[in-house]
């Protein structure tokens, strides 16, 4: 910080201020309350840190997010801590401290919470972001692979994006299928490891499948002749994922076989899935997820399969998400003129917010004039005037702002008559 005040977020951060904070609630409410809770999904909330082995062990030792990207500290007790990366390796570490593999499984949870990783930034890629996200914990079935997956459309869908989804299967870490086919992809990539960019070189050795993952163009260009996971999948990990895109036919969700897709993330088996939309450039991933049947032993649990995705809230709301969502406005506004009014007037407001009547007033010692226009700025429905000659006969005139329609009410009654709809301005 300079000697000079400073009054911009650190880089990679940035507000999210009125209205478009309107958008966020919405698209977080819209996730957790109905569409993820129509599904029995019910919400978590882990810490915003953890210790640092959670990812270390559970995102996987050599992955880009571990390796270059995690806000990592110590705090005053020497312990090492993270910012949380990503939620699905803090989400088993509570079902794990919890003991809820213990009780009916799947567990289904979901989360609205940000993430914290170093990385460049640029338009859609953020150094604190927001993910929402579902996570079933405890089944192997493919029901709740296509379960998760067309969650994740529905609700992308009914907040406005035109989402494509991206499926894959990379098989199971074990002979005669992910191990074999990393061999086979290893050779090829040795093979052709001249051609291969030089900064992704080493993703030969520490992670050949993420050498997919690459933006660079000569990688790119070998990866077109690179053995595909697709080719090597064992029989059983091909049934499961047959009868994944059985079930999202029948479900009527579409999908497009990417066999290049891979995650980052060690800990991913069998299903992997992403949601692309349109008219965000280079960040057009708009979530991702998948199987994680190895990570609650990666994190030295027991074996518990999982699976569950995470949407980047901030990339929905570029995309265009959530757009027709106004910010709120008051029903009513109240205008007052006089000392004795005001207080009238405070007493009404407060009646009406007690009845769930949204209401407003002047907070600023305006005149009449000044108070008519800031009732107008607030888009309320109707204004509410209390003056001098109101008190003395006991009502208050009501003012229907878009009909320009006018009547009395008492006001003792006025709170509840708004509230029960007794007074019409419509009628
Ligand atoms: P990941 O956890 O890397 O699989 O990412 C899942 C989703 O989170 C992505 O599809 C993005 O929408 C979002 N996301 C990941 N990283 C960032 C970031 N740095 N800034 C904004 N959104 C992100």
């Known amino acids: 910080m300079t000697e000079e005040a400073s009054f911009s977020a650190p880089r990679g951060t940035y507000d999210l201020i009125p209205p478009d904070s309107w958008r966020w609630e919405h698209l977080r409410a819209v996730a957790l309350d109905d569409v993820f809770a129509a599904a029995g999904y019910q919400p ?62 799947p567990a289904k949870l979901s989360y609205a919470i940000p993430m914290f990783r170093q990385e460049r930034p640029q338009k859609g890629r953020y ?19 296509a ?11 009914g907040v406005g994006l035109d989402a494509t989804l991206m499926l894959n299967s990379i098989g199971h870490p074990g002979d005669g299928c992910r191990a074999t086919y990393l061999e086979a992809l290893t050779a090829f990539l040795r093979e052709h490891e001249n051609e291969i960019a030089v900064e992704d070189r080493d993703r030969i050795r520490l992670n050949p499948l993420r050498t997919f993952d690459s933006k ?45 897709l891979v995650r980052g993330l060690d800990y991913y088996t069998r299903t992997t899935f992403e949601f692309v939309a349109s008219g965000l450039g280079a960040q057009d991933s708009v979530g991702g997820g998948g199987r994680y049947d190895g990570l609650a032993e990666a994190l030295g649990g027991p074996r518990l399969p999982g699976i569950g995705f995470a949407l980047g809230a901030d990339r929905i709301l570029l995309a265009g998400g959530a757009s027709q969502v106004s910010d709120h406005h008051p029903r009513a506004y109240v205008v007052t003129l006089g000392d004795e009014a ?71 009654t006025i709170d509840e008559d708004l509230a029960t709809g007794a007074i019409d301005l419509d009628a």
């Open 216 to 260: 660079e163009a000569a990688t790119i260009a070998v990866m077109e002749g690179a053995p595909l996971i697709s080719e090597h999948l064992c029989s059983d990990c091909r049934a499961h994922f047959g009868a994944v895109t059985d079930l999202l036919d029948v479900a009527g969700v579409s999908y497009t076989l990417e066999p290049r």
């Open 127 to 145: 150094r604190q972001f927001w993910q929402l996200g579902i996570e079933a914990i405890g089944t192997e079935s493919p029901v709740v692979d």
């Open 147 to 157: 379960e998760v997956i067309e969650i994740g459309m529905r609700y992308l869908t």
């Open 44 to 105: 978590i909330e882990t810490p915003v840190f953890e210790h640092t082995e959670v990812f270390s062990r559970g995102v996987g030792a050599a992955s880009e997010v571990v390796t270059k990207q995690m806000y990592t500290f110590e705090d005053r007790g020497g312990r090492s801590l993270t910012l949380r990366p990503e939620g699905t390796a803090p989400v088993m570490r509570s079902v794990l401290e919890h003991g809820l593999e213990r009780g009916p499984l």
């Open 342 to 412: 005001r207080t009238a007037g405070f007493r009404i407001v407060s009646a009406l917010r007690a009845r769930g009547v949204a209401a407003e007033m002047d907070l600023g010692a305006r005149g009449m004039k000044g108070q008519m226009k800031d009732a107008d700025r607030s888009g309320a429905d109707l204004v509410v005037i209390v003056g001098e000659s109101e008190l003395a006969s006991g009502t208050a005139t009501i003012k229907d702002l878009r009909s320009g329609r006018q009547i009395e009410s008492p006001l003792d």
